[in-house]
């Protein structure tokens, strides 16, 4: 009899899994590569020295192979585990500037966030399996990065 517990389609099939992790951290819009005048043209506000608060909201998404026998793209619980290595302990509740070092060089704007941390879940994940960063800044600011 057929062992009907696996999916035994002839197609492979491609599923996307996402896991949302939310951290609070603080920063503020500097670019060492201008002048005080142009930073605060370009940044405004956000350029105050005080820095400013956001509750980021980051989805991780990884694309591949649903495996036929486990029925999973990859164990989420595993997920979870880079996640909070990559991104929850070194980013929440931290001064993005002055507590990581990638930030002293680059501004740390969400774009050069959602980079720092595909940059880092790469080098955990298994091999092309990230397909995705997306990072909620505010409710209404949201960046996407896909490796490119
Ligand atoms: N391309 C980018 N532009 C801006 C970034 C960024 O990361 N990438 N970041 C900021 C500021 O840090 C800040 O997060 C924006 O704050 P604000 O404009 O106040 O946020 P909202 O749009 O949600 O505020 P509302 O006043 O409710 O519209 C600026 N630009
Ligand atoms: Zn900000």
């Known amino acids: 009899m057929a062992d009907v517990s696996v999916n035994d389609s002839a197609a492979e099939r491609v599923g996307y899994i996402t896991r949302v992790q939310?951290?609070?951290?603080c920063h503020r819009l500097h670019s060492i590569?201008?002048?005080d005048e142009e930073n605060k043209r370009v940044y405004g506000k956000c350029n105050n020295p005080n820095g400013h608060g956001h509750n980021?909201?980051?989805?991780?998404?990884?694309?591949?192979?649903?495996?036929?026998?486990?029925?999973?793209?990859?164990?989420l619980t595993d997920l979870k585990k880079y996640i909070e290595d990559v991104?929850?302990?070194?980013?929440?509740?931290?001064?993005?500037d002055k507590d990581v070092p990638y930030f002293a060089s680059v501004v740390s704007t969400t774009e050069n966030v959602a980079v720092y941390?595909?940059?880092?879940?790469v080098k955990v994940l298994p091999t092309n399996l990230l397909y995705e960063i997306?990072?909620?800044?505010?409710?209404?600011?949201?960046?996407v990065y896909r490796g490119e």
């Open 22 to 25: 939310s951290f609070s951290a």
């Open 33 to 35: 590569h201008l002048s």
């Open 56 to 75: 980021y909201k980051v989805e991780v998404t990884v694309r591949g192979k649903i495996d036929r026998l486990t029925g999973m793209v990859m164990n």
């Open 87 to 96: 991104i929850m302990t070194p980013l929440d509740h931290k001064n993005l």
């Open 117 to 121: 941390i595909w940059d880092n879940m």
């Open 134 to 143: 997306k990072i909620h800044e505010t409710d209404k600011n949201i960046v």
